[in-house]
Protein backbone atom coordinates (compact mmCIF):
# COMPACT_ATOMS: atom_id res chain seq x y z
CA UNK A 1 0.00 0.00 0.00
CA UNK A 2 1.46 3.71 -0.56
CA UNK A 3 0.14 6.55 0.60
CA UNK A 4 2.72 8.78 -1.11
CA UNK A 5 2.21 12.42 -0.70
CA UNK A 6 -1.02 11.87 1.60
CA UNK A 7 -1.23 13.43 5.18
CA UNK A 8 -2.74 11.26 7.66
CA UNK A 9 -4.22 12.97 10.87
CA UNK A 10 -4.54 10.37 13.52
CA UNK A 11 -6.21 10.89 17.07
CA UNK A 12 -4.99 9.24 20.44
CA UNK A 13 -1.75 9.40 18.61
CA UNK A 14 -0.06 8.82 22.38
CA UNK A 15 -1.31 5.32 22.93
CA UNK A 16 -0.70 2.10 22.54
CA UNK A 17 -1.85 1.22 19.21
CA UNK A 18 -2.17 4.40 17.20
CA UNK A 19 1.68 4.89 17.21
CA UNK A 20 1.91 1.96 15.52
CA UNK A 21 -0.83 2.89 12.82
CA UNK A 22 1.05 6.00 12.81
CA UNK A 23 4.64 4.22 11.97
CA UNK A 24 3.06 2.03 9.14
CA UNK A 25 1.72 4.87 7.79
CA UNK A 26 5.08 6.99 8.18
CA UNK A 27 6.66 3.27 6.77
CA UNK A 28 4.35 4.14 3.17
CA UNK A 29 5.05 7.44 2.58
CA UNK A 30 2.49 9.95 4.56
CA UNK A 31 3.09 12.55 6.43
CA UNK A 32 1.69 12.10 9.70
CA UNK A 33 0.24 14.14 12.46
CA UNK A 34 -0.46 12.65 15.79
CA UNK A 35 -3.10 14.20 17.91
CA UNK A 36 -3.25 13.59 21.72
CA UNK A 37 -4.54 15.10 25.06
CA UNK A 38 -1.57 14.11 26.77
CA UNK A 39 1.06 16.75 25.19
CA UNK A 40 4.07 14.79 26.18
CA UNK A 41 3.44 11.45 24.99
CA UNK A 42 2.24 12.42 21.64
CA UNK A 43 5.64 14.64 21.37
CA UNK A 44 7.46 11.69 22.23
CA UNK A 45 5.20 9.06 19.51
CA UNK A 46 5.79 11.78 16.58
CA UNK A 47 9.44 12.04 17.20
CA UNK A 48 10.01 8.07 16.67
CA UNK A 49 7.95 8.31 13.38
CA UNK A 50 10.08 8.09 10.36
CA UNK A 51 9.43 11.38 7.65
CA UNK A 52 7.59 14.07 8.17
CA UNK A 53 5.25 14.08 11.68
CA UNK A 54 3.91 16.78 13.78
CA UNK A 55 2.36 16.45 17.40
CA UNK A 56 -0.36 18.45 18.43
CA UNK A 57 -1.64 17.93 21.95
CA UNK A 58 -5.70 18.66 22.66
CA UNK A 59 -9.17 17.32 23.85
CA UNK A 60 -10.96 15.51 20.84
CA UNK A 61 -14.02 16.68 22.96
CA UNK A 62 -13.20 20.59 22.32
CA UNK A 63 -13.97 21.85 19.03
CA UNK A 64 -11.58 24.71 19.38
CA UNK A 65 -8.82 22.04 19.95
CA UNK A 66 -9.27 19.95 17.10
CA UNK A 67 -10.01 22.73 14.82
CA UNK A 68 -6.84 24.12 15.95
CA UNK A 69 -4.70 20.62 15.34
CA UNK A 70 -6.52 20.33 12.08
CA UNK A 71 -5.63 23.98 10.88
CA UNK A 72 -1.74 23.54 12.45
CA UNK A 73 -1.63 19.63 10.64
CA UNK A 74 -2.72 21.79 7.15
CA UNK A 75 -0.04 24.11 7.63
CA UNK A 76 2.88 21.89 8.70
CA UNK A 77 2.16 18.88 6.54
CA UNK A 78 -0.38 19.88 3.78
CA UNK A 79 -4.51 19.44 3.17
CA UNK A 80 -5.33 15.74 5.23
CA UNK A 81 -6.53 12.99 3.26
CA UNK A 82 -7.09 10.11 5.59
CA UNK A 83 -8.57 10.48 9.46
CA UNK A 84 -7.52 7.64 12.16
CA UNK A 85 -10.43 8.15 15.19
CA UNK A 86 -7.88 6.24 17.32
CA UNK A 87 -8.52 8.26 20.81
CA UNK A 88 -10.91 6.61 23.57
CA UNK A 89 -11.05 5.94 27.04
CA UNK A 90 -12.77 2.58 28.47
CA UNK A 91 -13.53 2.85 31.77
CA UNK A 92 -15.18 -0.10 33.69
CA UNK A 93 -17.95 0.73 35.87
CA UNK A 94 -20.44 -1.35 36.88
CA UNK A 95 -24.02 0.42 36.86
CA UNK A 96 -25.12 0.63 40.72
CA UNK A 97 -21.27 2.52 41.18
CA UNK A 98 -21.72 4.29 37.67
CA UNK A 99 -21.10 8.47 38.44
CA UNK A 100 -22.57 10.14 35.59
CA UNK A 101 -20.02 12.41 34.99
CA UNK A 102 -18.12 9.41 34.13
CA UNK A 103 -20.60 8.38 31.63
CA UNK A 104 -20.52 11.60 30.36
CA UNK A 105 -17.03 11.63 29.81
CA UNK A 106 -17.08 8.34 27.97
CA UNK A 107 -19.59 9.70 25.25
CA UNK A 108 -17.95 13.24 25.26
CA UNK A 109 -14.39 11.55 24.02
CA UNK A 110 -15.52 8.67 22.46
CA UNK A 111 -18.17 9.91 20.19
CA UNK A 112 -18.65 13.49 20.11
CA UNK A 113 -14.91 13.88 19.69
CA UNK A 114 -15.16 11.99 17.33
CA UNK A 115 -17.74 13.55 15.74
CA UNK A 116 -16.08 16.64 15.87
CA UNK A 117 -12.80 15.77 14.35
CA UNK A 118 -14.86 14.03 11.01
CA UNK A 119 -16.55 17.03 10.73
CA UNK A 120 -13.34 18.82 11.02
CA UNK A 121 -11.89 17.10 8.51
CA UNK A 122 -14.90 16.05 5.84
CA UNK A 123 -15.64 19.71 5.38
CA UNK A 124 -12.35 20.32 4.25
CA UNK A 125 -12.05 17.53 1.88
CA UNK A 126 -15.97 18.32 0.69
CA UNK A 127 -14.97 22.43 0.23
CA UNK A 128 -11.28 21.42 -1.88
CA UNK A 129 -13.46 18.79 -3.41
CA UNK A 130 -11.06 15.87 -2.33
CA UNK A 131 -11.53 12.18 -2.02
CA UNK A 132 -10.81 11.20 1.35
CA UNK A 133 -11.05 7.93 3.83
CA UNK A 134 -12.34 7.89 7.86
CA UNK A 135 -11.64 4.78 9.87
CA UNK A 136 -12.70 5.22 13.13
CA UNK A 137 -11.75 2.86 16.13
CA UNK A 138 -15.01 0.61 17.25
CA UNK A 139 -14.41 -2.41 19.50
CA UNK A 140 -15.99 -5.49 19.91
CA UNK A 141 -17.52 -3.99 22.84
CA UNK A 142 -19.95 -2.02 20.36
CA UNK A 143 -22.12 -5.19 19.69
CA UNK A 144 -21.18 -7.74 22.48
CA UNK A 145 -22.28 -6.19 25.94
CA UNK A 146 -19.72 -7.20 29.44
CA UNK A 147 -19.99 -6.05 33.20
CA UNK A 148 -18.92 -2.81 33.86
CA UNK A 149 -19.07 -1.31 30.32
CA UNK A 150 -22.31 0.19 29.62
CA UNK A 151 -20.90 3.78 28.79
CA UNK A 152 -18.34 1.93 26.71
CA UNK A 153 -20.14 -0.59 24.98
CA UNK A 154 -23.06 1.81 24.36
CA UNK A 155 -20.35 4.43 22.76
CA UNK A 156 -18.85 2.23 20.64
CA UNK A 157 -22.36 1.00 19.23
CA UNK A 158 -22.72 4.91 18.49
CA UNK A 159 -19.84 4.93 16.85
CA UNK A 160 -21.17 2.18 14.79
CA UNK A 161 -24.07 3.42 13.47
CA UNK A 162 -22.41 6.90 13.42
CA UNK A 163 -19.92 5.36 10.63
CA UNK A 164 -22.65 3.85 8.81
CA UNK A 165 -24.28 7.58 8.90
CA UNK A 166 -21.20 9.43 7.63
CA UNK A 167 -20.99 6.87 4.94
CA UNK A 168 -24.05 7.64 4.07
CA UNK A 169 -23.43 11.11 4.33
CA UNK A 170 -20.13 11.10 2.53
CA UNK A 171 -19.83 8.42 0.11
CA UNK A 172 -21.53 11.15 -3.01
CA UNK A 173 -18.52 13.33 -2.07
CA UNK A 174 -16.14 10.75 -2.63
CA UNK A 175 -14.84 9.82 1.12
CA UNK A 176 -15.31 6.48 2.40
CA UNK A 177 -15.77 5.74 6.57
CA UNK A 178 -15.46 2.69 7.86
CA UNK A 179 -14.58 1.01 10.97
CA UNK A 180 -12.23 -1.32 13.05
CA UNK A 181 -13.43 -2.77 15.89
CA UNK A 182 -10.40 -4.78 17.61
CA UNK A 183 -10.52 -7.55 20.21
CA UNK A 184 -7.86 -7.84 23.22
CA UNK A 185 -5.07 -5.64 22.33
CA UNK A 186 -1.89 -6.03 24.61
CA UNK A 187 1.59 -4.84 24.47
CA UNK A 188 2.69 -8.86 23.84
CA UNK A 189 1.00 -11.41 22.38
CA UNK A 190 -0.32 -13.49 25.51
CA UNK A 191 -0.96 -17.05 24.28
CA UNK A 192 -2.73 -20.25 25.39
CA UNK A 193 -0.09 -22.26 28.02
CA UNK A 194 2.06 -19.02 28.72
CA UNK A 195 1.74 -18.20 32.22
CA UNK A 196 -1.10 -15.40 32.54
CA UNK A 197 -1.12 -12.24 34.74
CA UNK A 198 -4.45 -12.59 35.66
CA UNK A 199 -7.76 -15.26 35.43
CA UNK A 200 -9.27 -12.50 33.08
CA UNK A 201 -6.50 -13.03 30.73
CA UNK A 202 -6.35 -16.18 30.82
CA UNK A 203 -10.40 -16.50 30.35
CA UNK A 204 -9.86 -14.04 27.43
CA UNK A 205 -7.24 -16.03 25.58
CA UNK A 206 -9.54 -19.14 25.86
CA UNK A 207 -12.11 -17.44 24.42
CA UNK A 208 -10.34 -15.91 20.78
CA UNK A 209 -10.07 -18.70 17.97
CA UNK A 210 -6.66 -17.59 17.47
CA UNK A 211 -5.73 -18.26 20.99
CA UNK A 212 -3.47 -15.22 22.02
CA UNK A 213 -4.66 -11.79 22.48
CA UNK A 214 -4.15 -8.95 19.56
CA UNK A 215 -1.37 -6.40 19.58
CA UNK A 216 -1.32 -3.16 17.58
CA UNK A 217 0.80 -4.61 14.30
CA UNK A 218 -2.55 -6.34 14.23
CA UNK A 219 -4.78 -3.72 13.88
CA UNK A 220 -2.27 -1.66 11.98
CA UNK A 221 -3.16 -3.86 8.65
CA UNK A 222 -6.47 -3.67 8.70
CA UNK A 223 -6.47 0.61 9.05
CA UNK A 224 -3.84 1.09 6.39
CA UNK A 225 -6.17 -1.53 4.41
CA UNK A 226 -9.16 0.51 4.82
CA UNK A 227 -7.39 3.82 4.23
CA UNK A 228 -6.30 2.50 1.13
CA UNK A 229 -6.73 2.25 -2.82
CA UNK A 230 -7.24 -1.44 -2.11
CA UNK A 231 -10.61 -0.87 -0.76
CA UNK A 232 -12.01 1.52 -2.70
CA UNK A 233 -15.76 0.19 -2.76
CA UNK A 234 -15.25 -0.57 0.82
CA UNK A 235 -17.24 1.97 3.17
CA UNK A 236 -19.78 2.00 6.34
CA UNK A 237 -17.69 -1.47 6.87
CA UNK A 238 -16.81 -2.64 10.54
CA UNK A 239 -14.06 -4.65 10.37
CA UNK A 240 -13.72 -7.44 13.34
CA UNK A 241 -9.84 -7.28 14.39
CA UNK A 242 -9.92 -10.01 17.43
CA UNK A 243 -8.99 -13.46 16.66
CA UNK A 244 -12.34 -14.26 16.20
CA UNK A 245 -13.39 -13.34 19.81
CA UNK A 246 -16.42 -12.21 18.85
CA UNK A 247 -17.78 -14.82 16.58
CA UNK A 248 -20.48 -15.57 19.02
CA UNK A 249 -19.50 -18.15 21.97
CA UNK A 250 -16.01 -19.00 20.66
CA UNK A 251 -15.24 -20.98 24.55
CA UNK A 252 -18.50 -23.53 24.24
CA UNK A 253 -17.26 -26.83 23.42
CA UNK A 254 -19.08 -29.06 21.08
CA UNK A 255 -22.48 -29.52 22.09
CA UNK A 256 -22.38 -33.84 21.71
CA UNK A 257 -19.64 -34.05 24.11
CA UNK A 258 -21.59 -32.54 26.68
CA UNK A 259 -24.47 -35.87 26.77
N1 LIG B 1 -6.58 -1.87 23.66
C1 LIG B 1 -7.63 -2.64 23.42
O1 LIG B 1 -7.70 -3.80 23.85
C2 LIG B 1 -8.77 -2.09 22.59
C3 LIG B 1 -9.79 -2.99 22.22
C4 LIG B 1 -10.86 -2.51 21.45
C5 LIG B 1 -10.89 -1.17 21.08
N2 LIG B 1 -9.89 -0.32 21.46
C6 LIG B 1 -9.99 1.07 21.04
O2 LIG B 1 -8.81 1.42 20.37
C7 LIG B 1 -8.52 2.80 20.58
C8 LIG B 1 -7.08 2.95 21.04
O3 LIG B 1 -6.92 2.15 22.22
P1 LIG B 1 -5.50 1.96 22.94
O4 LIG B 1 -5.44 0.58 23.46
O5 LIG B 1 -4.39 2.46 22.07
O6 LIG B 1 -5.75 2.92 24.18
P2 LIG B 1 -4.72 3.90 24.91
O7 LIG B 1 -5.38 4.30 26.20
O8 LIG B 1 -3.36 3.32 24.96
O9 LIG B 1 -4.71 5.14 23.91
C9 LIG B 1 -5.77 6.04 23.79
C10 LIG B 1 -5.17 7.42 23.64
O10 LIG B 1 -6.27 8.35 23.55
C11 LIG B 1 -5.87 9.51 24.25
N3 LIG B 1 -7.02 10.28 24.67
C12 LIG B 1 -7.88 9.98 25.69
N4 LIG B 1 -8.77 10.95 25.81
C13 LIG B 1 -8.49 11.87 24.86
C14 LIG B 1 -9.07 13.11 24.50
N5 LIG B 1 -10.14 13.62 25.17
N6 LIG B 1 -8.54 13.82 23.47
C15 LIG B 1 -7.46 13.33 22.82
N7 LIG B 1 -6.85 12.16 23.12
C16 LIG B 1 -7.37 11.45 24.13
C17 LIG B 1 -5.08 8.99 25.46
O11 LIG B 1 -4.25 9.99 26.02
C18 LIG B 1 -4.32 7.83 24.83
O12 LIG B 1 -3.03 8.23 24.40
C19 LIG B 1 -9.56 3.30 21.57
O13 LIG B 1 -10.59 3.97 20.87
C20 LIG B 1 -10.11 2.03 22.21
O14 LIG B 1 -11.43 2.18 22.65
C21 LIG B 1 -8.84 -0.76 22.22
Known sequence: M????????????GGRIAPVVGRRFAEAGAAVALFDIDGARVEAAAHGLPGRAAAFAGDVA??????A??????ARLGPIDVLVNAAGIFPNTPLLEMDPEEWDRVFDVNV??????????????????????????SSGAGSSARAGS????????????????????????????????PGLVTDTPLRRGDPHPSRYMEMMVEATPMRRTGV???VAGAVLFLASG?????TGAILEVSGGSHCGRPHVPLSRDLR
Open 62 to 67: SEADVA
Open 150 to 181: AHYCGSKAAVNLLTHVLAIELGPHGIRVNAVA
Open 69 to 74: AVAGCE
Open 112 to 137: RGMMLCCKAVASRLVARGAPGAIVNF
Open 216 to 218: AED
Open 230 to 234: DSPWT
Open 2 to 13: DFSGQTVFITGG
